[in-house]
């Protein structure tokens, strides 16, 4: 008995450091599973919801960079780009007062909340492309601090039709524009569902053949895998994703710098089916290509932590969900 306590005293020690390495292996393992940044995250600023709450549209909880910050900690996150909303002033379901003054200010705002937290949060300048505004406030973000890193455009919103040669035009000289300034361009790529857009491999081959030749120097990353979710029950979305990843996986020299956000398309509503192609596009792409993103924290379902559980839910290879948590493009390096 003597002899079975010495060895429980020589053993107690050596467990308890055994459980210890146990703990912190698994620690690592957590954090090398959590993206090292959510890239597409919003917030909105009281004048927004305001717009939002006149026009009788839903509107989200109020959240701030704290708010953000917080989301991010929970879900072993470091960092997030948040992407101004200001194209929402220039939607043309609208008339707004003053509307350049407007877009100005929210996107300082965006820059503004950004800035309590430089070391993690990175904000992006956003207008509608179509304005006679537009390149004056690209310019004038490339100059300001804090919203020098890149642009945000939303193609549905501004209600921007690839198939029309002077929106193409337009797009063209922003896309010039952004390269020049040496500013990453995210793009909500997908035509408006509201106004029943076109939207399929003509528009992508637009996107491909007359766009990205203007932005060859920056990154340009596709939101939502070509689509907006949530969910991926979007087959017009799906064939203009099924083209790029076909140019990538070609290796199109266009495509060298492109990017591709997961952000809101994967939910509880994906069928067994629509996992399946949405791994297939992702795979043709290729997973160094993927950003995660979890989009505006509006619902639970939306927000970081729960985002990427449920993107996890694809399936994928866990080495593939490991490179895809730590991709980095450079606007973020």
């Known amino acids: 008995m003597r002899d079975l306590r010495g060895v429980r005293r020589l053993l107690g020690p050596l467990f308890r450091l055994a459980l210890l390495a146990a703990m912190l292996r ?16 919003h917030l909105f600023s009281p004048a927004v919801l305001s717009m939002l709450r006149a026009s009788g549209a839903d509107v989200p909880p109020v959240l701030a960079a704290r708010d953000l910050v917080a989301l991010l900690d929970s879900a072993g996150i470091r960092r997030a780009v948040i992407l101004s909303v200001a194209y929402m002033y220039g939607s043309p379901s609208r008339t707004v007062e003053d ?3 407007k877009v100005r200010a929210e996107n300082d705002w965006t820059a503004a909340q950004a800035g309590e937290y430089p070391d993690r949060l990175i904000a992006f300048c956003g207008f509608n492309p179509l304005k006679d505004y537009a390149l004056d406030e690209l310019a004038r973000c490339a100059k300001t601090p804090g919203l020098d890193r890149g642009i945000k455009l939303h193609l549905g919103n501004s209600d921007v039709q690839l198939e029309n040669p002077e929106h193409v035009d337009r797009l063209r000289q922003v896309f010039r524009a952004a390269n020049q300034h040496r500013m990453a361009i995210v793009l909500h790529m997908r035509a408006s569902i509201s106004r029943k857009r076109p939207y399929g491999p003509a528009q992508a081959r637009a996107f491909l053949e007359q766009l990205l030749p203007e932005a060859p120097d920056v990154p340009v990353q596709v939101a939502h895998l070509a689509g907006t979710g949530p969910g991926y029950d979007d087959p017009p979305a799906d064939s203009v994703m099924a083209f790029l990843a076909e140019a990538a996986y070609r290796k199109d020299p266009r495509t060298r710098h492109l990017w591709f956000d997961v952000a809101g398309i994967m939910d509880s509503s994906v069928t067994a089916a629509q996992a399946t192609r949405m791994v297939q596009r992702i795979r043709r792409v290729g997973v160094e290509r993927i950003l995660y993103g979890s989009d505006a924290a509006v619902v639970e379902s939306r927000r970081p932590r729960e985002g990427w559980a449920e993107f996890r839910r694809l ?3 866990q080495e593939e969900f490991a490179r895809i948590a730590r991709n980095a493009p450079p606007y973020f390096r």
């Open 315 to 317: 399936p994928l290879k």
């Open 99 to 101: 509307e350049y003054v």
């Open 26 to 41: 698994g620690t690592s393992i957590a954090a090398q599973q959590a993206p090292v940044a959510d890239y597409h995250q």
